[in-house]
């Protein structure tokens, strides 16, 4: 399962994205992080996770100016 939790603008947590029977590969994050962009997902500025190989390399294809 692949979940993304954001910071809102009052500085709260909010699970924003959730997909379950996806895996940590390039093609799974790829899809998964277009998905969030394509429901309106913008001003990312940062990422944290556990470093998966295939969330790294997709980070900045799908959102540019975040690290």
Do not use: P
């Not at 954001?6 to 390039?26: D, H, L």
Request: hydrophobic share 40%; net charge positive.
């Amino acid at each position: 399962m692949l979940v993304a939790i954001g910071v809102n603008a009052r500085g709260y947590r909010e699970v924003i994205g959730c997909k379950e029977g996806y895996v940590e590969s390039k093609k799974s994050w790829k899809s998964f992080l277009l998905g969030l962009r394509e429901r309106g997902l913008s001003g990312v500025c940062m990422f944290t996770g556990d470093k998966s190989a295939g969330m790294l390399g997709t980070i900045q294809e799908v959102f540019l100016h975040a690290m």
